[in-house]
């Protein structure tokens, strides 16, 4: 807020090379921040008894349109198409924004830039079923037994300058799934991409603190 704050009071004939510091602090606070929340949810996770979640009527139709807007502004040179029926449910929305926002991020930062990302949501009656897709270079097939765990991120994009991850997003997100009574599953195949299907049950139930591993 304070950047945005800033950068208003420069005004549009603000030096460059000041209104792109600003735009640097703005964008190394987001990403700290993000990183502090994720170890957060490692730590409750793993020492606070699991991922609390709290579930309440939800449109998930809604929930993936905002994530989705909030990626397109970030990104906007990259394009998301939505595929979604209106999706009632009990869901966390807080958690469900996490999860769709790292899966949808996954796709943007490491999926081919030339072709679209595609989020496709089903209504299976008494569960939903989200498919998140990119193509573009496929998981190392080592790295797959392990994507779910905490700090585990492909070589190439451990080294990447420009993905600075933690390699938490796909743990978290396992977690928060789990929380809800649901499951992630991947297909990453050379020709065909990735895709990540997400599963929960049309109604989670919130779970006392449990230990989730
Ligand atoms: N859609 C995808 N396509 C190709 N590789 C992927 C995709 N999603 C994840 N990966 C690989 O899996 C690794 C782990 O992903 P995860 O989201 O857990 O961590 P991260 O993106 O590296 O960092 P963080 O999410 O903590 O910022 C990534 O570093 C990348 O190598
Ligand atoms: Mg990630």
Redesign the pocket.
């Known amino acids: 807020m304070a950047t945005g704050l800033l950068r208003m009071r420069l005004g549009p004939a603000a030096d460059e090379a000041v209104t792109g510091i600003v735009a640097r602090i703005g964008t190394s606070t987001r990403r700290m921040s993000r990183m502090v929340e994720?170890i957060l949810d490692l730590a409750r996770s793993r020492v606070g008894g699991g991922i609390v979640i709290n579930p309440t009527a939800v449109d998930l139709g809604t929930v993936l349109a905002g994530v989705i807007d909030e990626l397109r502004t970030a990104h906007p040179d990259r394009s998301v198409d939505l595929r979604c029926p209106a999706l009632q449910g009990s869901w966390d929305r807080d958690r469900m924004e996490q999860v769709f926002s790292?899966l949808i991020g996954?796709?943007i930062?490491?999926?081919d830039a030339e072709h679209p990302v595609t989020v496709e949501a089903r209504d299976e009656g008494h569960q939903v079923c989200v498919d998140v897709h990119?193509h573009?270079a496929p998981?190392p097939s080592a790295?797959l037994p392990q994507?779910f765990e905490p700090f585990?991120?492909?070589e190439r994009?451990s080294r990447a300058t420009n993905?600075a991850?933690?390699?938490?997003?796909?743990?978290i997100s396992h977690q928060i799934v789990t929380a809800h009574g649901g499951d992630i599953q991947v297909d990453s195949h050379p020709g065909d991409g990735?895709r990540f299907r997400v599963r929960l049950p049309r109604i989670a139930v919130a779970r006392c603190r449990e230990r989730l591993t």
């Open positions: 994720q790292n996954n796709a930062h490491y999926g990119n573009g998981i790295l994507l585990r991120r492909g994009d993905t991850g933690l390699g938490l997003g796909l743990y990735t």
